[in-house]
């Protein structure tokens, strides 16, 4: 999760939580006088946090979950101090949660959270601005009425946001006020898991953790090349969206975090987009008969590298050679199994550019019924007039013969 600790996207690491590669879970056995755990938990935690860069720009780190993590604070509590978990992620980024309880049933009371925002590690260009400590009512759904004596599970993941804070929880086991050292036998589900009809972890259900998928904003259009030598074989402007189904929302590339590169040859070419923030796009064109097309488009997301999403066998931005192919109109192409990416406002020519310029667009044919419209509005006027001057030539014939009857 190396660049999940550095900037990220909270939809990305998201993905990536959920994703193959997951991260471990953290374990702690906190340990009573008697050398008996009375509190017990282990915890998928994964922290993005909203940083102020050197630049006063802001930027998303996230703090993925250690598989280690020291709990030297921790207490199993009294009868007047409430037991605590307390956990240290490294680095001076400590999290903690308390308990309060009843006579059957137990819940958290409040999750700390603080960090350390000198850790360059986490924040490479954050503005050091000391530790800064969270404070929130620990997650309603997650850690509300767990029956005493049961071991409480709850794989379905679950997200809290405190201002620039959003901490997400997945896999958790926990149990408070562990009598004799006992961890219960019996489980009780959190409510989220019974009413999952699908198996849950690692897939995240699309409802989650906000009910509709928020859909981004469109993504601004960045111009692309590719050079073979000082001449460039290839270019094209396209803004782009990756719609992933485990994302929270689709993820738009930010031109100004992605570079291109790739190759041309006399049939093929191919451009490499490669965004800092969330991984590479690749696409590659095949020259046959005259014609150009996308022939194949492979993500592969940033830490995710070993699992791409690919099809080669698309066929679409068909134009002829020697000129460019353009579309004002969104497209999908679909990639893999619930994997798209949606462009918006693509010219492309990969190949025969000259002098760096792009040729004679070819358009789309879904951009027709866009030029439809004005066409039929001209043509009806053009109609219009051409009736307007024959009434205009017989109105004047009539009275010009009225005239010579006189
Ligand atoms: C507590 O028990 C564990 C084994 O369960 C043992 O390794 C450890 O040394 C014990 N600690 C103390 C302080 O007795
Ligand atoms: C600020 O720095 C970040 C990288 O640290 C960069 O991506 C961004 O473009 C910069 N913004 C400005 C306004 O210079
Ligand atoms: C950081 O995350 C927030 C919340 O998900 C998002 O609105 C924002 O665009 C992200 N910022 C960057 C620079 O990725
Ligand atoms: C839990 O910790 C918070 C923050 O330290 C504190 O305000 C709250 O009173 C504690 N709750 C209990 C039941 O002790
Ligand atoms: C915060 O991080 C810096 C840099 O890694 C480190 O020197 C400092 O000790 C950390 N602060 C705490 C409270 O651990
Ligand atoms: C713990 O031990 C006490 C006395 O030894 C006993 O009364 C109680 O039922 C035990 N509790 C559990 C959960 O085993
Ligand atoms: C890219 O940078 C330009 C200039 O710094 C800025 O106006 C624009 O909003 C940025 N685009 C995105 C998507 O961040
Ligand atoms: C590519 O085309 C050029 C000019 O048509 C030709 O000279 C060259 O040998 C071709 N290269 C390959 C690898 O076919
Ligand atoms: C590629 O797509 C075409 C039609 O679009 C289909 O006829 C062909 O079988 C496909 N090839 C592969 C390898 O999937
Ligand atoms: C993203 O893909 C899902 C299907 O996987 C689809 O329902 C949704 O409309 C798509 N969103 C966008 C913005 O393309």
């Not at 409802?207 to 030598?229: F, N």
């Not at 100004?256 to 991984?279: E, I, K, P, Q, Y």
């Not at 679409?316 to 109109?329: I, P």
């Not at 792009?358 to 027709?368: H, I, M, R, Y």
């Amino acid at each position: 999760m190396a660049a999940c600790v550095r900037t990220f996207l909270l939809p990305i690491c998201l993905l990536l939580l959920f994703g193959v590669l997951q991260s471990k879970a953290w374990e702690v056995a906190v340990k009573d006088k008697a050398n008996k755990t009375c509190l017990y938990a282990s915890i998928m935690l994964n922290i993005t946090i909203q940083y102020e860069t050197n630049n006063g720009s802001f930027n998303n780190a996230t703090l993925a979950s250690p598989s280690e993590v020291k709990h030297n604070g921790s207490r199993c509590g009294t009868a007047t101090l409430a037991p605590l978990l307390f956990v240290d992620l490294g680095r001076g980024h400590t999290w903690s949660l308390n308990f309060t309880r009843s006579n059957s049933s137990y819940e958290g009371n409040v999750i700390t959270f603080t960090y350390n925002t000198t850790d360059a590690e986490l924040f490479p260009d954050g503005k050091p601005n000391g530790t800064v400590i969270t404070e929130t009512p620990a997650v309603p759904q997650l850690f509300t009425s767990i029956p005493l004596k049961t071991k409480y599970k709850c794989n379905h993941p679950d997200l809290i946001q405190v201002d620039n804070v959003v901490q997400i929880y997945w896999n958790v086991i926990l149990q408070a006020y562990i009598e004799n050292g006992t961890i219960g036998e019996n489980v009780t589900e959190c409510d989220a898991d019974l009413s999952t009809t699908a198996p849950p972890a690692p897939t995240i259900p699309a409802s989650t953790p906000a009910p509709t998928k928020p859909t981004p904003s469109k993504p601004s259009a960045g111009t692309y090349s590719v050079k073979t030598g000082n001449e460039t074989c290839l270019l094209a402007t396209m803004g782009l969206q990756l719609n992933v189904s485990q994302m929270r929302s689709p993820v738009n590339i930010n031109p100004n975090t992605t570079s291109s590169s790739g190759h041309c040859d006399n049939h093929t070419a191919t451009m490499v987009l490669n965004d800092s923030n969330t991984g590479a796009i690749e696409f590659g064109f095949v020259l046959a008969n005259g014609h150009f097309h996308l022939e194949n488009v492979t993500i592969t997301l940033i830490d995710q590298p070993f699992e791409s999403f690919a099809n080669n066998n698309l066929s679409y931005w068909d134009a002829t050679l020697g000129s460019s192919y353009m579309c004002l109109k969104q497209q999908t192409i679909g990639v893999g199994t619930n994997v798209s990416v949606n462009v918006f406002d693509v010219r492309v020519q990969p190949f025969q550019v000259k002098n760096g310029i792009f040729s004679t667009a070819q358009e789309c044919s879904l951009d027709d019924d866009g030029i439809l419209i004005p066409i039929i509005v001209g043509a009806s006027l053009a109609g219009l007039i051409v009736i307007i001057v024959i009434a205009y030539i017989i109105g004047r014939r009539k009275s010009y013969a009225g005239y010579h009857t006189l």
